[in-house]
């Protein structure tokens, strides 16, 4: 998605759960319009048959066993929550 | 005017690993809320996914199961979206280079066969369970189902009714469950699929407009939902009864109706981006021919083998082909005892029973098939006789730890002896003394055997198994 006005801006905000002050806004907006031009800009170069690149560092994964290790228990982990209920992270109510 | 209906699907379903697909947490289904939870899965700052290798080795499975490519590099991207069943903000998927694209169906219906195109197959994470709870106003999130590992699978839109969808749906889920990809059982929520779907008159090479149906898990709704909103959108073009909007619909099956949702996402939305913290999975040739050996015989090809090569009736094999832990079991069986008729009768009658009995589905048999074909062996030699042999197979099913089938018939006095001569003559003996008691049996009295029974006890000096003695007896008198 590209960010071109306040209005596409909102939406991003909104998706991302942001709130910004009207100074931070218009100072990330102006980031973000500039960075448009630089996308375009690039849009300008030849990629025929260019293989695409998956990664920037030349490494492949290391992957794991299948083996199910149970490290924590659930209260260790909801020592840090703001707010749990019976074993659960309890959150705002979210209407459906 | 005649219309033609166009649906396209994603179909989730949810892999057969132990752990999930970046951590080492249990992947099972159910557990303590939160229980099976760590540092990485709930999303804590800091921590780094390791992708489990036998999520890529089904991902491979089913997408040659399913014959597609697979990309030998294939990666993992993030898709952001804020909502509080995801810990991290954003799911892991595969957006740029799927796992497998490209595959092909076959499906059959009424009206024919027909080849449906599968765009492609990408792994990813699920997400967690929100709980709305009325006492405290609040919604409680349990974060089991986090990261547990999926694959989705796309179709082109090539299906064109709710009879296709379910031709293909029971496709899927005969192929995924033979390759064992995935259990695939629809009410647990590990196989669900969300419905795409348009309408346009007959002959048109132009779509109509795009509705989307989301966790569909049963496949009666589906085919009530699909009849549903192919009636809409027909009202709405014919009658204008209402504007058609592309958008996503939830189906309410007691209603049968399905209604907007009220967030409207598009793929921009998600702000798909390569995950930094996941280096390429490169799928090397030793992996790659590995995972290809151990594909099974395709269900059908089994079918025509049974009956071609080993004699089966159409009947047994459909049953026998209807479960890959049927297929395994009555073929280790067969290797064994050498006979396929007998191995398929004691599956299909003996085991089903069993099962039945125990309120099990045959995917669940957990029969080891050699045991099975020693079992079988024994009572085919005549060294134990079908009713003991039955007694054994209980055993097998109930016990924990191994059973030896002739170790069992042994220690139990299972065994046939070879000195019954005697036995037999005492028995004959003694039903010919008794025609009246005989007659009394046979008339539905149960307990004038017991006269004739102490008798040959008392002739055999009780030297012989009460059991085989009884067996014996009323064999005798069922020939009589
Ligand atoms: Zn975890």
């Not at chain 1, 002050?21 to 300008?44: P, S, W, Y």
């Not at chain 2, 599968?118 to 990261?147: C, P, Y």
């Not at chain 2, 090397?284 to 015989?297: F, H, M, Q, R, T």
Request: contains cysteine; negative net charge.
């Amino acid at each position: 998605m590209l960010i071109t006005d306040k209005e596409s801006f909102k939406r991003l905000q909104k998706l991302n759960q942001l709130a910004l002050t009207e100074k931070e806004e218009t100072d990330v907006l102006a980031f973000f319009t500039a960075r448009n031009e630089d996308i375009t800009a690039l849009g300008a170069v030849d990629t025929e048959n260019v293989e695409r690149m998956v990664h920037v560092m030349p490494m492949e994964t290391v992957v794991r066993e299948d083996k199910e290790i149970k490290l924590f228990t659930r209260d260790e982990l909801q020592k840090s929550a703001p707010e749990s209920y019976e074993g659960y992270w309890q959150v705002p109510r979210l209407v459906e | 005017m005649r219309y033609e209906t166009v649906i396209g699907l994603e179909v989730h379903v949810e892999l057969a690993t132990e752990s999930k697909i970046f951590c080492s947490c249990s992947a099972k289904f159910g557990g303590e809320q939160n229980d099976h939870v760590c540092p990485a899965c709930c999303g804590m700052p800091g921590m780094l996914p390791v992708v489990n290798k036998h999520v890529v080795d089904l991902g491979m499975t089913a997408g040659m199961m399913l014959n597609c490519d697979i990309n030998r590099t294939t990666t993992f991207d993030k898709k952001s979206y804020y909502y509080p069943d995801l810990p991290c903000s954003y799911q892991t998927t595969q957006w740029f280079a799927p796992v497998a694209v490209n595959g092909l169906v076959d499906i059959e219906t009424s009206k024919g066969k027909k080849s449906i195109r599968i765009k492609q197959i990408h792994m990813e994470e699920d997400a967690g369970k929100l709980v709305h709870d009325d006492w405290t106003d609040t919604s409680l999130v349990d974060f089991n189902r986090t990261s547990v590992p999926l694959i989705e699978i796309v179709s082109q839109p090539d299906l064109s009714s709710a009879e296709e969808v379910i031709a293909y749906l029971e496709r899927l889920r005969s192929l995924l469950r033979f390759a064992k990809v995935s259990d695939c059982r629809m009410e647990q929520g590990s196989m669900r699929c969300d419905v795409n779907l348009s309408v346009r008159p007959e002959g048109s090479d132009k779509l109509g407009v795009r509705t989307e149906m989301k966790n569909m898990n049963s496949l009666t709704a589906i085919t009530r939902a699909i009849e549903y909103e192919v009636a809409r959108h027909i009202d709405a073009i014919e009658n204008g009864t209402e504007e058609l909007v592309q958008e996503t619909r939830r189906w309410d099956d007691v209603k049968g109706k399905s209604y907007a949702m009220r967030n409207k996402e598009t793929a921009g939305d998600y702000r798909y981006f390569p995950d930094p913290n996941i280096m390429p999975v490169v799928i090397d040739d030793a992996w790659y021919n590995g995972i290809k050996a151990s594909l099974p015989e395709f269900p059908e090809i089994k079918r025509a083998r049974y009956i071609d090569e080993l004699g089966l009736t159409e009947y047994d094999a459909d049953l026998l082909t209807a479960s890959r832990a049927f297929c395994d079991c009555f073929e280790a069986a067969y290797e064994v005892c050498g006979s396929a008729k007998e191995v398929a009768n004691w599956l299909i009658s003996d085991c089903m029973n069993i099962l039945n009995r125990k309120q099990m589905t045959v995917d669940e048999l957990k029969l080891d098939g050699k045991t099975l074909g020693e079992l079988i062996k024994l009572c085919m030699d005549g060294k134990v006789n079908r009713g003991n042999a039955k007694k054994i197979l209980m055993e097998m099913f109930d016990s924990e730890t191994p059973i030896d089938p002739a170790a069992y018939a042994e220690a139990n006095g299972f065994i046939v002896s070879n000195d019954t001569g005697k036995m037999d003559e005492v028995i004959k003996a003694a039903v010919a003394a008794d025609p009246k008691a005989v007659a009394d049996f046979k008339g539905g009295k149960e307990k004038a055997l017991l006269a004739i029974f102490g008798k040959c006890m008392k002739e055999l000096k009780g030297n012989c198994d009460p059991q085989k003695l009884r067996e014996a007896l009323l064999k005798h008198i069922d020939s009589l």
